[in-house]
């Protein structure tokens, strides 16, 4: 699902950055997400892929959620309550840097439900989960921004985050994933 969760936060960092205050909302709650939430988080999931016309490219099942999550401990999902009504969710995971020696948090989904917008939540959303970054001990905090998302660039870079220049992501998914680890030859595509 990154490819939603990086359309998820584009769509999201516009928003954010017009309505973002520097104080944590009193009335947010944020708490660890539990077996019981998978059909909380599948819709979700499912709210962010169809705000960002990727419905069709979600192929999660509830099962999946729970096996990856609670069962195997891949990754974890925070969620974010007003007043006991679900607002948001981030789901992270952790990565591993050699250079510092150290476990990061990759986050993986950042979403606010469209009518809780422009109230600071995505901000408080990203500073939780840095508490929890330092909490933990990692080393880095990191996440994906389309490169022509310029309000959410311009809002991280206010925040202190840093672009990784020089670094492009490379990704195998699907048949090409299938068609590599099968040590099958794939033509390359010549670049733009």
Known sequence: MGEASEKGIAAHEADEARGASEAEPEELEFRGATREDVPLIMELIRELASYENALDQVDTTDEDIERWLFDQRCGEDILAFENGVPVGQTLFFYNFSTF???RGIYLEDLYVRPEFRGK????ALMRNLARIAVDRGC????WGCFNDNYNGQGFYRS???QPLENWT????AGDSLERFAAG?????TPSA
Do not use: I, K, N, T
């Open 100 to 102: 510092v020696g150290r």
């Open 120 to 123: 600071g939540y995505g901000l």
């Open 139 to 142: 080393g880095r905090f990191e």
């Open 159 to 161: 925040q202190g985050a």
């Open 169 to 172: 992501v490379f990704r195998f």
């Open 184 to 188: 099958d030859y794939v033509e390359p």
